[in-house]
């Protein structure tokens, strides 16, 4: 059975790569175990820089709502799937790229915008989808989006629950390029390339720097929003609202979150 991450060194670049096309690369138990192995192996000195991208036509469609058949994602799940791998990956002193290739939908909207660069594919959508199931932002969505684009842009794009296509995304600021898709994953590692070649420890006691003033924050963030996922999860009008979504990518192959 292939793992749902992959991982590839390329020199001194790790390249990730979610592997759970037919699922358009959404949140399961496996994605969660190896997305934790990746990480671990992304902690190699050896490896001065990491590119995240999806397989298939999605970057990251959220949980899988298929395969959580309970009121998910609750604040246990996210307190012990996706926030510790949130806070390994946010630990790495090293730049990360993402490089989105096609839908982010809610936790993977998340992952997505965790990136240190962000490049787009032409045909990547940016979805919160968290409200439209009757949930807030986790998975650190609620702390990048307000890190990238200020509260009260953050707060209509996330409260409303508005899709976004590449250009808008690059021009809110939540990316800094597109690229056509097939250009994208050798944009994303050339970047990589030239920063694992700066000498020492300079970029990534850089992005230590820059990072000073966010970083004792993101575990309070991760805890809050788990917090608030409980009484989201448990609210009226929740179930129904996920009956809807699962009916909806079960006919089409929609996001999840």
């Not at 959508?125 to 609620?142: C, M, R, W, Y």
């Not at 809110?172 to 994208?184: A, H, I, Q, R, Y």
């Not at 924050?217 to 009484?231: F, G, N, V, W, Y």
Request: glycine share 8%; hydrophobic share 45%; with cysteine.
């Amino acid at each position: 059975m292939s793992r749902a991450v992959l991982t590839e060194r390329r020199d001194a670049t790790l390249l990730v790569t979610l592997n759970r096309p037919d699922s358009l690369n959404a949140f399961d138990e496996s994605l969660h175990h190896d997305f934790a192995d990746a990480l671990h192996e992304a902690g190699d000195s050896a490896v001065r820089a990491v590119v995240i991208t999806g397989a298939g036509k999605a970057f990251c469609a959220g949980a899988d709502l298929r395969a959580t058949r309970t009121a998910s994602p609750g604040n246990s799940t996210l307190r012990h799937t996706f926030n510790p791998n949130m806070l390994a990956l946010s630990a790495l002193d090293k730049p990360v790229i993402t490089a989105i290739n096609g839908a982010a939908a809610g936790a993977g909207l998340a992952l997505a915008l965790a990136g240190d660069i962000r490049l787009a594919s032409s045909t990547a959508k940016f979805v919160p989808a968290f409200v439209d199931i009757g949930l807030v932002p986790d998975n650190g969505g609620s702390f990048y989006a307000v890190r990238l684009l200020g509260y009260a842009r953050a707060f209509e794009w996330l409260a409303t629950g508005r899709r976004l296509g590449a250009e808008e995304a690059q021009r809110m600021g939540l990316v800094s390029e597109v690229t056509e898709p097939l250009e994208l994953l050798s944009r994303a590692l050339a970047i990589a390339a030239e920063l694992a070649e700066k000498p020492g420890l300079a970029v990534g006691l850089t992005k230590r720097l820059l990072n000073q003033a966010y970083r004792g924050q993101l575990a309070e963030q991760l805890e809050a929003e788990a917090a608030l996922q409980a009484l989201a999860v448990v609210a009226p009008g929740r179930a129904e609202a996920r009956a809807r979504m699962v009916a909806r990518i079960s006919g089409n192959g929609g996001e999840s979150k």
